[in-house]
């Protein structure tokens, strides 16, 4: 997909990853699941956006509009902490939405109707291909008779996206919804959950968003930019924990629901046993374990009383730029339609 004319560029630099070669060790254990109480106290003292019941309004629409199908929600990109109420400075949590964006468009392919909830600005579904930073649309234009065309070397690649991205368009199957804070985000996740919760098994939740673990709770979050000679030019952040509702969603907002969560390390050494706490704790159908370093090539299914599966794309896979979503998204798809059987039986 990476046109030609990249290639003139020295690789994007590694920001992310590895610079420091001491660090302190990260092993907490997975925190607790949260509880009713915790649910009302958070969602009380956290005022939902504005937006959300025009949000709920379209979601409702669409999900009646697909009464019949199976509908997955898919979550994408990484929700932010605000430092201040009128924000200058956020906390991010790392995550490009190719995960998200990539899975998207198997499920699409696969006859899903698709929510994506997703980072503001983060990669969508089709457009990925053609509008990141490293593959700037721009790059496929070429000047012809005064008119702007994609290139010839494009053309083919170009057409079979756009063809992929209007049919999707015309049969209303892909809606978009944005989110950027943990709080819209977690706000958003509850409506669509309780609105998708009518049609029991058929849905699906892929939580593929990096969500933050811990938050500035509105009681302590100051209303102006912080001020740089505070505190004596050190800052001390002082933040709660984030509420862990994934069991509140399996439970009380979709029961019946199939869900599917990741979990991300960067330890090759916990990836499994964290993602086996996780699905312990959360009572939930599948973990997907990834490790930063190695996500586009590499997952671990985990599920309950079975042994871990690992999907890893082969040398020549890597060679040809054989996407990993391609394999999971129909490795997923077995899996909720033996659900979906089961809830029939
Ligand atoms: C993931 O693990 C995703 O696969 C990535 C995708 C964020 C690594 P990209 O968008 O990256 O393709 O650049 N998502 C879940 C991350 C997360 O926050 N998981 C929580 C955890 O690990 C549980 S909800 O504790």
Redesign the pocket.
Known sequence: MEPHSHKRFPPTRRLSTGEREQTIDRSAP?LPPALEIDENNYFENNAAPEYLGELAQQCEEFVQFHSSNRIVLVT???TTVPLENQTVRFID??????????SAEYYLENGYAVIFLHRQF??LPYSRHYSHSTNCFLDFMEEKNEQVVVGQQYQQEMLTVLRKYRSAQERNLLLLLPFTTINQYLHTLRTISMILKPIGSRALFY???????FFVPPSRIPEHKIQSQAGGNKLIMDLDPVPKF?NRLVEKWAPGAMII?????TDANILVS?ARQ?LERYSHQLV?G?L?QT??HE?VFVEPDSPENWIRLSPEQIEMEVEIESLIIPATIELHSAWIKKAKD
């Open positions: 997975v994408s990109g990484g949590n790392f995550s490009a939405g190719t995960r998200g964006a990539t983060s990669l939580l593929a968003a990096a969500v933050s673990d994934l969560s990741f979990k991300l390390e964290k996780a997907i990834n930063l996500r586009k997952i």
